[in-house]
C-alpha cells in the first residue's frame, strides 16, 4: 500500500477487520460458496494491512488453489501486488467485480474490462 504511512495495527483493530471479512459473506468461501471460509489476505499478510479491503473468505481447497494460481489469481483480485492498494484493486467475487472498502460494504463495478 504505497504512499501511505503504515502503522502497527492492534490487536482490537486485527479482529474487527476479520469479524468483516466474516459477515461480509456469512463465513462462507467467496470463491466456490460451498464450505466454511478462512481468511485470505490478498496482499501478503504484515503486521499493517489486515483491513477489510485486503481480506476475502476462501475455503481451504480455493484459498490453496489462489496461492498455487490456478485461479489466475492475479487477473481476478485474489492476488494484490505489492505496488497496489486493494482498495482500488479490483475483486472478482459473486460473478461480478467490486472494489472492497474497508468498511463492510462493496462497490459493483459495471464496466470494468
Known amino acids: 500500500m504505497t504512499g501511505q504511512r503504515r502503522v502497527r495495527q492492534s490487536p482490537a483493530e486485527v479482529k474487527a477487520a476479520y469479524m468483516v471479512a466474516t459477515a461480509r ?6 470463491v466456490c460458496g460451498l464450505r466454511e471460509g478462512q481468511r485470505h489476505h490478498r496482499q501478503g499478510r504484515d503486521k499493517y494491512n489486515t483491513v477489510p479491503s485486503n481480506l476475502m473468505l476462501a475455503c481451504f481447497l480455493c484459498h490453496a488453489a489462489i ?8 487477473d481476478i483480485g485474489h492476488i494484490v501486488p ?3 492498494r486493494p482498495d482500488q484493486y479490483p475483486l472478482f467475487v459473486g460473478g461480478r467485480f467490486v472494489l472492497r472498502s474497508d468498511g463492510d460494504d462493496d462497490r ?3 464496466d470494468f474490462e
Open 25 to 30: 459473506n456469512d463465513g462462507i468461501c467467496e
Open 67 to 74: 496461492h498455487a494460481g490456478v485461479l489466475k489469481s492475479l
Open 82 to 84: 505489492d505496488w497496489a
Open 108 to 110: 459493483v463495478i459495471d
